[in-house]
Each structure stands twice: as C-alpha cells, then as structure tokens.
C-alpha cells in the first residue's frame, strides 16, 4: 500500500477520533436532566461542566509533550480507557443502579477522565495530521479533523435522540463505547507520515520517521522556528494570542456547557413553546455544533486561499477579524435586553457563536506552527489550549451564581422564572471581552503583518533569538 493511499486513512481515521473526542461539547444536551435527576443546583452541575472542560483544557501541555516523544498511539489507548470509565461512571450515577447517591465530587472525577480522554485522543489526531501533509493542503486537512471535532455534539446527540428517545443514561452509555470504540480504530490506523517520506519506506518505518520528524521539516518557515518552553512564554505574539484565545474560547465554553439550561428557562418562561424540552435542547447543541463545525471549515479554506493568494503566511492573521467579529455580533445580541427572549432567536444566537468558536481554533492551531514552529507543535498548542480554562470557568461560574440568585428561595425546585434575565446579565461581561479581544486583535495584526518589515519579522521568528 502506498504511502498516499495510508496518508488518506490516517486522515479519515483521525476525524472518526476527532468526531468523538469533541463529546464534551454536548455537555448542555444531557446536563439538565443529570441536575433534575440528582437534584444538583446549577452552580453544582457547572461545576460538574467546569471538570470536563479542565481535562480536556488542562491536561493539553501533557499530552502534548507526550504525542511529540512518543507518537500518537499512546494517547489514543489511554484516551480509549478514560473516556469509558468518564461516560460510563455518569451513565451508572444517573440511573442509581449500582449506587443510590452520588456526590459531587465522584460526578466531577468523571467528568475530568471524559475530559482527559478526549484530549489525549484529540492530540494525537491532530499531531499526526499536522506533521504529514504539505504546505499547500495542511489547512485544509488539520480543518477537516477540527471540524469533526465540532461536529461531535451534533453528531451523538442526533444519533442519541433517534436510538434512545429521552433516555439520558443510555445516551451517556453511547458516549463511553462510541467513544471508546473510535479512539481504538485512531490506535489501529492513525500514524504520522511526514511529506518528504519516500514511498519505498515501509509502513512500520513510519511511525519511527513520524517521531522524528521534528527534525524533517517540509517547511522552510516552519524549519527556522524552535520556539517552547520559556523563549515561548516570553513571546509578546505567544502572549496576544494567548489572551485573545482565553476571551473568546471562554465566551464559547459559557454558551456550549449552559444552552441547556438557556434552553429550558425560555421553554418554560414562554409558557412550554412547541415541542419537547429535550428536544429542543438537543436542536440547540446542535446548531452550535454545526456552526463550529462549518467554522473550522470555513477557516482552513479561507486560511489555506489567503496564503494562496498573496504567497504569504504573515497575512493569515488578519481572519482573526473574522472571529472578533463574530464574537461580537453573538455577545452583543445576548447582552442587549429583548433579544435572546425566545428560542428562536436563541437559535441564531447558537449558531453564530458556533462559527464564533469554530474559526477560532480553525485558525488558531495554524498560526501556532506557523509562529512558533512545527517541533513542538503539540507541546506548545497544548500551552495554549490552556487558556479557556480561565475565562471559560470564570464564565460558567458566574453564569450559575447569577442564575442562582433569581431562584425562589422557597421553591421547591432549582428553576428561574424570569426568562433572559435569569443569564442576560453575564453576556455583558462577555461583550466588554469580545470588545477587547478585537483590540487585541489589532495590535498582533500590526504587529505580524503591519507595522513591522517582513525581513525584520521573519529575523524575529528565526532562530536567531
């Protein structure tokens, strides 16, 4: 078999890894029943939320590291592990047949492992892409696995909603196999095929050439950047562009782990809108879902067209104005009073802030290499996946504090009544964010692609720091 013709499994199988390892994303679709069945408030199930998010967030520098020494097969089979036993724990916790009550402690280790798992199945994915294809197709190709990984949500709770109508534990069940079954097809056919390998190598040289191809660079750019550890966090473009991730990617993660809930106050407060909530919760993951998954593939087409038509990468950072104003447009609408008051136009809102999010990490990991080197990619994109955990869980507490505090404190249920102004108050927060992320925006725009010679910025990137 040709090295091509591997080239092209290992890319279909790292989306059929990527489609399942953005489970995460449809936290919203089970999270309301999960709070009513163990009756947790809603700050306690966005903190059930917030654990998810931490593993697949925090735990980035680590797979990274380990994806660039040891290659992707490691990660996916301890990925294959976590995932089960995450999904699997929920699933067992909300149908008390194994245990009566669950703290919330033991919710939250779940979450954390299906966050863990997720990330290291993603990581390797997204590795073995990156390092094996050209140039010229590596946008597209590193888009088309980051939109499988947007689509996850959409894609389960679909595939949920037609098999197990309004049985959230089995819906839970189909995460830990479905999840668990993709990551061990990643294992058997994923590997890292770098773009100068001569098609007499055999297929068991390749992973060997794969975890070496740090040094093997196709990229004159990409071969003259090194940068990791503390000369990256030194970085004025590391740090802009950490930020500018850390605003927007927490906006997104506030509306992904909370339109559930978004969705049943306006389902109830609108007198029971036609349809089923469940239902209807599940229309809402999935127009986010789409939206990020359309997102990132918008973004590698325009990325990859950008480069093709001025013959220089440096201009890619202008489609951060895609994003920022995407961000704006979303954020400004769920701040403004009367907007977001029925679940139509929460509809709009949930599919712009998905193209929000999607062209933000369509973009974003492309001008990581770009930037900083092809080397350490996963390590240093494992830094920078760091940052929706600080505006992401700030977001997702605050929403629930806010929420919480419009609760009867005699009701008998953890429920708000007041339709948008139970959450509308925290979209000012994340208005005033987007606002500045725009700015930010700006100044590296300038700083990449403006101001600066492109002889001086390129001797800035080499390796002559």
Not at 175 to 197: E, N, W, Y
Request: glycine letters at 12%; a positive charge.
């Amino acid at each position: 078999m040709s090295v091509s013709t591997l080239r092209y499994i290992s890319l279909f199988s790292s989306f059929l890894v990527a489609l399942s390892a953005g489970s995460n994303y449809g936290f919203s679709s089970y999270s309301p029943q999960l709070q009513e069945r163990l009756h947790l408030t809603s700050t306690q199930i966005n903190i059930v939320g917030v654990m998810g998010n931490m593993g697949v967030y925090l735990s980035g520098p680590f797979w990274g590291r380990l994806v660039d020494k040891k290659g992707p097969k490691v990660a996916l089979a301890l990925g294959a592990i976590l995932v089960a036993v995450g999904y699997g724990g929920l699933s067992v916790s909300y149908g008390g047949t194994i245990w009566s009550s669950t703290s919330l402690p033991t919710l939250c280790m779940f979450s954390l492992f299906s966050g863990l798992g997720n990330s290291g199945a993603f990581t390797a994915a997204m590795n073995a892409q990156a390092k094996s294809w050209k140039e010229e197709r590596r946008g597209l190709c590193t888009a088309l696995v980051l939109s499988g990984f947007g689509l996850s949500a959409f894609f389960y709770s679909t595939l949920s909603h037609t098999l197990f109508p309004g049985k959230t534990g089995d819906y839970l069940l189909l995460l830990a196999f479905g999840s668990s079954f993709s990551f061990l097809i990643g294992l058997t056919f994923i590997r890292i095929l770098p773009p100068d390998l001569d098609n007499s190598l055999l297929p068991s040289d390749a992973g060997q050439a794969g975890e070496a191809s740090g040094s093997r660079k196709d990229e004159p750019t990409a071969a003259s950047i090194d940068k990791t550890g503390r000369k990256l966090l030194k970085d004025p473009d590391f740090l802009i562009l950490f930020f500018i991730m850390t605003i927007i990617s927490g906006t997104g993660l506030l509306v992904i782990n909370n339109i559930g809930t978004m969705t049943r106050t306006l389902y109830e407060y609108n007198k029971r809108q036609k349809g089923d909530v469940q239902q209807l919760q599940a229309h809402q993951v999935s127009a986010i879902s789409i939206g990020n998954a359309l997102g990132r593939i918008l973004m590698g087409l325009m990325s990859d067209l950008v480069v093709n038509r001025t013959g220089d990468a440096r201009y890619r950072v202008f489609l951060l104005l895609v994003v920022c104003t995407l961000a704006l447009l979303s954020q400004g609408a769920a701040a403004w009073p009367n907007i977001i008051s029925d679940l139509k136009k929460l509809f709009g809102m949930s599919i712009v802030t998905g193209l929000m999010y999607g062209t933000l990490f369509g973009l974003c990991p492309v001008l990581t290499f770009e930037w900083f080197g092809l080397r350490h990619f996963s390590q240093n994109w494992g830094i920078i996946s760091l940052s929706p955990v600080i505006a992401g869980n700030t977001f997702n507490l605050l929403f629930g504090k806010i929420y919480d505090s419009h609760v009867p404190k005699d009701g008998h249920s953890h429920f708000c009544p007041d339709g948008e102004e139970c959450f509308r108050s925290v979209f000012r927060f994340t208005a005033i964010g987007a606002v500045l992320a725009t700015i930010l925006s700006a100044i590296i725009i300038g700083r990449k692609a403006g101001w600066r010679k492109p002889s001086t910025a390129r001797n800035e990137d080499g390796q002559g720091e």
